[in-house]
């Protein structure tokens, strides 16, 4: 519909310029957008005011001239001028009634795009640590990507989802003694636990499984050997676990990159990937030596100041780890690398920005902030799991609330905001609970139809698809949908595809949760205003329930792109 009135108002300034009631060299390309206020129409432009300087005219002059040329257009039910010269566009019943036509033959691609072109995106999300169970801002950066990754496919980007594996540092040899301890204390040895150990229940469960299925053999080796085999054998469970779990949350990622190849030798005895990332800045001219240390010249890309690579002492930074680990992704092809990463990261921004910047990718790496959430149940903060007394995890949320409720819930807010999670709401029957609200507006859609095919509600086994292809055609009259709900429906309906291609630009994934539960109070008061089966009139029945099965379609898809399921029956 963008581009149709793009072209109305093109070939209105144009059809004007010929007939000499405006002088114009150039055109403007028009730009639309939708009035805040719905009495003004459905679309504005401000093409009038683009064309007044060249044109010697008030804005408002040339818009009413553009205005009486787009008057007849069967897409077109009024056209007025508005303040300086907005032109205000009202569309025509026809043109809405055109878009439940689209969303029955597209399906599940209702509302995709071209926008991406194909272009390479790779979304990196979620990678913890794994040295234990996933906390809940772990989940909600879950859903966050997983919806990001799919909202981008559906705009017509090719996208590769990423898990980065911290498994090299520290951490990992605090882990392996962590669970080593526990095992010997199992054993019942007298050790004493690492001060800097991970205290959680989850290392004892760990370490116990490791007893039972290896016994007390590792008791008597050396503390090295025994840590090293700990370590490795305890990463292996977690690493597995964390899969289980999102996979369970319908997370899936393409590829697990793990740090520690980059520190691994090349090929033949070759530099390292990290020594590579170093080389490479180095011959770019960003890499000086300072005091036995070997520093990146990040400042002429607005860093603060110039950060160190490599410590006197020959260690690397973790940050070399992630300049190679960046290397790396541009390397394999992308044309946009997409991170997210938690809230206390987000002075790392401007570092890694310069590192890819001074790569020779300059504006290709964005990196999204997912803010924290804050647990409640009946208005009271949850602070402590009931079942462990520890900190409540993200698995021990999904197991509570559900799937859908957690991926809903967890994308309702704009990630730079952080996230109330009301736990009693999200286990609500009730329109109350939003996700609630809109899966049964689906579900309701669908007993519709199953009830105008007399078929048995209560039978699992009828199919939807079947059940609309004996109710509704290609020749159903949708030329009767011409009431206010109807036409707020239709209207509602023709949004989806700008709601698509604004969270895909923006990385706004709650945009759709906020679209979805638009469009189920529009069905629900459609359906309260209009009788949608009626007996006396099959020609009305069938373009209301032509209506009702778009928008099934429409919540289908929206539900869909934020990972949610679309019960047919609730």
């Known amino acids: 519909m963008i581009e149709t009135l793009s072209s109305l108002l093109s070939n209105a300034l144009l059809a004007a310029r010929d007939a000499g009631e405006i002088e114009l060299d150039s055109l403007p390309e028009p730009h639309l957008e939708r009035p805040r206020d719905p009495s003004h129409g459905d679309w504005s432009s ?233 080389a490479s800045l180095r011959e770019a001219g960003y890499i000086f030596e300072h005091e036995g240390a070997t520093w990146f010249r990040s400042t002429p890309f607005g860093d603060d100041k110039d950060r160190v690579l490599k410590k006197s002492d020959g260690e690397y930074t973790y940050f070399a780890a992630d300049i190679a680990y960046h290397k790396d992704k541009f390397d394999r092809g992308f044309d946009r690398v997409i991170d997210i990463w938690g809230a206390d990261h987000h002075g790392y921004i401007k570092r890694m920005e310069a590192a890819v910047a001074a790569l020779g990718h300059e504006g290709k790496l964005t990196v999204v902030i997912g803010q924290l959430v804050n647990l409640f149940r009946a208005g009271e903060v949850v602070r402590m799991s009931k079942r462990t007394g520890e900190m409540v995890t993200f698995e021990e949320l999904l197991e509570d609330v559900g799937v859908d409720a957690a991926r809903y819930f967890f994308l309702r807010r704009s990630t730079d905001q952080p996230l109330d999670f009301d736990i009693q709401l999200a286990k609500e029957q009730s329109s109350e609970n939003p996700v609630y609200y809109v899966q049964y507006a689906h579900a309701r859609i669908c007993a519709i139809l199953r009830k105008a095919a007399g078929a048995d509600t209560a039978d699992t086994s009828v199919d939807i698809e079947a059940t609309v292809a004996d109710l509704i055609s290609d020749d159903t009259p949708l030329h009767l949908l011409e009431t206010d709900a109807e036409l707020s429906l239709m209207r509602k309906l023709a949004e989806f595809e700008e709601v698509v291609e604004v969270a895909a630009r923006q990385l706004t994934p709650f945009k759709l949760t906020r679209y979805a539960e638009d469009l189920a109070a529009t069905f629900h008061q459609f359906y309260t205003l209009c009788r949608v089966v009626d007996p006396d009139a099959p020609d009305m029945t069938a373009a209301r329930l032509y209506a009702a099965d778009a928008t099934r379609i429409a919540l289908s898809t929206v539900l869909s792109l934020v990972g949610v399921s679309a019960p047919e029956r609730m």
């Open 46 to 278: 401000n093409v009038a005011m683009q064309s007044a300087k060249e044109a010697g005219l008030p804005p408002r002059q040339i818009a009413e001239i553009v205005a009486k040329r787009m008057i007849g257009h069967p897409d077109i039910a009024g056209v007025e001028v508005a303040g300086p010269g907005f032109i205000n566009i009202r569309l025509s019943a026809h043109a809405l009634q055109r878009v439940l036509r689209e969303a029955r033959e597209a399906g599940s691609d209702f509302g995709s795009l071209d926008i991406g072109a194909g272009e390479k995106v790779q979304v990196e999300f979620v990678s913890a640590n794994p040295v234990g169970p996933m906390h809940v801002g772990h989940g909600r950066w879950a859903a966050l990507g997983d919806s990001m990754a799919r909202v981008l496919e559906h705009a017509g980007y090719e996208v590769e989802r990423e898990f980065y594996v911290n498994d090299a540092g520290v951490q990992m040899d605090v882990f392996g003694k962590s669970v080593a301890t526990r095992y010997l204390e199992l054993c019942g040895r007298d050790v004493e636990f690492p001060e800097d150990g991970y205290r959680g229940q989850y290392i004892v469960e760990i370490a116990r499984e490791i007893l039972a299925e290896e016994g007390e053999s590792w008791a008597d080796t050396s503390a090295e050997e025994r840590e090293a085999h700990f370590t490795e054998k305890a990463y292996a469970q977690v690493l597995e676990h964390l899969k289980h779990v999102l996979h369970g949350m319908g997370v899936d990622f393409d590829v697990w990159f793990s740090e520690r190849t980059l520190h691994e030798p090349g090929p033949d005895g070759g530099p390292s990937e990290v020594e590579e990332a170093i």
